[in-house]
């Protein structure tokens, strides 16, 4: 086997047997070094390759992407970048390739070529890359959360101070009636407001999520029973399009959640001119299950509203019921079962929520 002059007997025992790919061209690109790395990648033994292939013959199609790599080393240049190559055995790996020259005295002979599998490094920087996405998002959140109690709280405070203090200096029985109807008042909001706190406390908290094989048809039957007297009183039609036999590996108390969040918002912003009619179906779509709730209600401003629509104590609508904690929720659950919502909606027209699961179909 021809190899070149300046490699050592042991590195060139280390590179023969080596699962890296090592090559060496010389100035005209001719192989005049493989180790046996070549078979793996490319399906060539080093017999087949070593003085009879060029770097074009070799690379096939890759070689007019790398061919810029080329030119440079040639040219003296350290070229390092990251390529997939399709194996023999058609698995895609990701190869990280360095092209160095070969100086000798002064004058570049050729070039090596070392090329190194860091698919499963790839594998996990993308696990990462994900993994602080969603932390970045639940910092956000929790965030989000301590700035609501400090600010909610110490309006609350802020406000019942004010009253005590009216309710001490009052000159009459009338005037103590209204401030007493006033602390109600606060009392009231503050439990409600204390509610909602303790409810997305418990959603950070949670550490695991425990699914179960659940039929996601019967779930909707089951939110369209507990929204029953809403579904009466607004006169809406809910039309479920879910497939009975279609069943999920998913958390049964986010899902019924879920669902009871997104339908009762299809009613709460139902058109003032006509009935809603709520649409519901979940299909595969690619590697994800996907289920859609469609109504024909008022409909939201995304240009105006798009950024704010998930986040706490955000209504859009003037409705007096809104209360801005329901999307926020429906939100978190999602993107803790690893999923996402999306919307689609037009002013007068309707709103349409995609949440996306990676939960499997069993």
Known sequence: MNKISNFTSMSEMVMENSLALHVYYDNNTVCRFVNKAVYEWFGKTPEEVIDKMTSKDLLGSLYEMNKPYVLSVLQGNNEQFERDIILPNGE????????????????????????????????????????????????????????????????????????????????????????????????????????????????????????EVISINEYIEKSIQILKIQIVKSNAKVINLVNPELKLLINPVYM??????????AIKYKHPDRDPVIEINCIQENDKIVLSIKDNGSGIDLQRHGEDLFKIYKTFHGNKDAQGIGLFITKYQIESLGGEISVESEVNIGTTFKVYLSSKLV
């Open 92 to 211: 895609t790996r990701c190869a990280l390739v360095n092209y160095y020259p070969n100086h000798n005295n002064g004058i570049i002979e050729g070039f090596f070529v070392d090329l190194v599998d860091i698919t499963p490094l790839k594998s996990l920087e993308n696990e990462l890359l994900i993994s602080n996405n969603m932390i970045g998002k639940q910092n956000k959140r929790l965030l989000n959360f301590a700035n609501i109690v400090s600010h909610n709280l110490k309006s609350y405070s802020n406000n019942l101070a004010s009253i005590v203090e009216l309710l001490q200096e009052a000159e009459s029985e009338e005037e103590r009636e209204e401030m007493t109807g006033y602390l109600k008042n606060i009392s009231d909001g503050f439990k409600t407001t204390i509610n909602h706190l303790n409810e997305i406390s418990k959603l950070e908290n949670q550490i695991t999520i425990n699914n």
């Open 256 to 265: 019924e959640s879920i669902l009871l969040n997104l339908i009762t918002n």
